[in-house]
Each structure stands twice: as C-alpha cells, then as structure tokens.
C-alpha cells in the first residue's frame, strides 16, 4: 500500500496566519491528491482534488499544489471556521489511503 | 442536491455482525462507485472498500477481506455495509461516501454520510 506522511500532525495559528501543511507519498502519485477537512462531529469535507483544483463552494483562501510525492494545502489567511482537522488521501491506487491528519488549533 | 443519510449508532459485542446502511438521493444511484470509510476514535481515516452499485461489483482492502460484505438495493438507491467478527478494534465511526466524478481515482469522495457510530464491547 502506498503511505502517506502528513506533517506536522498539529499546528496552532492565529485568525488571519497563513498556514501550510504538507504531505509526502511513499511514491509518485502525479497529481492524484485529494486534501479533506473535518470538523469535530462531522464527516470529512472535500477542499481541494487533484492537487491543485478548488472544490466547488470552497474559500479560494485554500490552494493545493504538488505532483509526484510531495503536495502542499496553504490556507492564506486563516478564518475562525478553518479551526479543525485536515487530511490527505492519495487516489493514485488501491487501497486509496490517508495522512494521520493535522489538527489545526487556536493560538 | 446530493444526499447520503446513514443509520443510527450501533452497539455489539465482540464477534457479532453490524449491517449499517446508506440511504442515497439527488443522484444517479448506479452512475458512481460508493465507498465505505472507517475512523476510529481520535484516529484517521481508513478505507474498507468500494462498490459499483450498477453491476453490485466490489473491491474491499485486504484488511476486511473475508469478513466485509458491500451490497446495495438499487430499488431503494440504498447500500448496505455489513461487518462480521467484530472486536473491540472494530469500534469506529463508519462512513459511506461517493466517488467525485471529475477528481480522478475511484476513491475520491465528494460527498459523504454523516457517519454510524458502531461500538464494540463486551
């Protein structure tokens, strides 16, 4: 199965921070990288597919970048609801897999 | 608008079944693969496998293989994740989610249940 390494596993940040987490494949996926958000209570919530590409009726504050093994989610000026759990899953193969998750928290 | 509302919350002991279910609407029910994702408590997200609820095709991860069986009822647009030999390790929240057509790979999920709860304990 393909690991993916999501770091760091929590951060903490200010509203208006920008903020990067990053995540790392244990081989080339291309482009295939989804990145999800979830807040406490809730299901995951599709921010950014394919690395690079915005989710309909998602803040443009959020970007994706990366090909290969290495992928970036920026968040350019952190909102009080962006305070929540993020993830990484690769698409590129079965078993799809996940990151561990960050947890970004209130400074 | 898309919607996948699952059942309620669960509670078995150690080596009973749990059938959780998802019921679909606001789309072609047999045009997606549907996927079943688990989370443990305070854990990550684990994929468990996928269906195609047109030809009832599935593919499960090697973990659950032997004891995970994905079905669906095309008459009702409702899939049906059942979970055999339960243990303790097994106690996580379970989700059914759909595969976004346009984002590439058979698991990506663009919409999502809100999530069973099924709780293992003796």
């Known amino acids: 199965d393909i690991r993916v390494t999501q770091s760091p596993s929590s951060l903490s940040a200010l509203v208006g921070d920008r903020v990067t987490i990053t995540c790392r494949a244990s081989?080339?996926?291309?482009?295939?990288l989804n990145w999800y958000q979830q807040k406490s209570g809730q299901a995951p919530k599709l921010l950014i597919y394919?690395?690079?590409h915005l989710q309909g009726g998602v803040p443009s504050r959020f970007s994706g970048s990366g090909s290969g093994a290495d992928f970036t989610l920026s968040v350019s000026r952190l909102q009080p609801e962006d305070f929540a759990t993020y993830f990484c899953?690769?698409?590129?193969?079965?078993?799809?897999?996940f990151g561990g998750g960050t947890q970004v928290e209130v400074k | 608008q898309v919607h996948l509302v699952q059942s309620g919350a669960e509670v078995r002991k150690p080596g009973a079944s749990v059938k959780v279910s998802c019921k679909t609407s606001?789309?072609?029910?047999?045009?997606?693969?549907m996927s079943w994702v688990r989370q443990a408590p305070g854990q990550g997200l684990e994929w468990i496998g996928r269906i195609h609820p047109e030809a009832g095709s599935t593919v499960y991860a090697q973990k659950f293989e032997g004891r995970v069986s994905m079905t669906r009822d095309t008459s009702t647009t409702t899939l049906y994740l059942e979970l055999n030999s339960l243990t303790s390790n097994d106690t996580a929240v379970y989700y059914c989610g759909r595969r976004c057509p346009y984002c590439g790979g058979d698991a990506s999920l663009d919409f999502w249940g809100q999530g069973t709860l099924v709780s293992v304990s003796s």
């Open positions: 394919a690395a690079s």
């Open positions: 081989e080339n996926i291309s482009h295939y």
């Open positions: 606001g789309f072609s029910f047999t045009s997606h693969y």
């Open positions: 899953q690769q698409s590129y193969d079965t078993p799809t897999t």
